[in-house]
């Protein structure tokens, strides 16, 4: 059903993030707004990241499409100062989780992204250490979780819980459909 309004509502204030991929051009330089980040396991479906669905019915597993986790952090970009939401791949887990461990937020940090050769599809290689004390003041931090409900067109309750391996990086799940396609 479509709703239909003059006017916005108060819902529709939440902060839009726009999605950022780390580029092939020049390294991403971010000061996260979000304490931590949160992972979604993804497939490749149809021309675009989709949310693995499960244990719902998941039209990508059914096709025996793998899947990935992605990690998805808030953040603002050092050069433009826009607030964006990065999505970055499971092998930066290494890096970023040494730093949120010992200083149990990832807010007041400066993250440096790049790609190791000039392609889209190059590994991401990232450094993470505290910010300059010059830092602008960040905003507070976004619901993650509400802005990839709605890039993804998904319905969205308040206050669901995020399961563990969200924050923890990616842990194997044995229903998960891991297979590559025949």
Known sequence: MIRISQFPTNESQAPHLRLIRTPHTNPLHLYPTSTTWIGVYTHWYLGKTQPCLLPDPCPACEENVPTRWKGYLAAIISQTQEHILWEFPESLIPTLRP???????????????????????????????????????????????????????????PGQPIPLDTVLGPIHNPTRNNRKRP
Not at 104 to 133: C, D, W
Not at 136 to 145: K, T, V
């Open 99 to 157: 730093y949120l461990d010992e200083h149990r937020t990832l807010r007041h940090s400066l993250i440096i992204a790049r790609r190791i050769k000039p392609y889209p599809t190059a590994r991401i290689i990232a450094t993470i250490r505290p910010a300059p004390p010059d830092i602008p003041s960040l905003p507070p931090e976004p619901d993650i979780l509400r802005t990839l409900h709605t890039i993804w067109n998904l319905p969205y309750t």
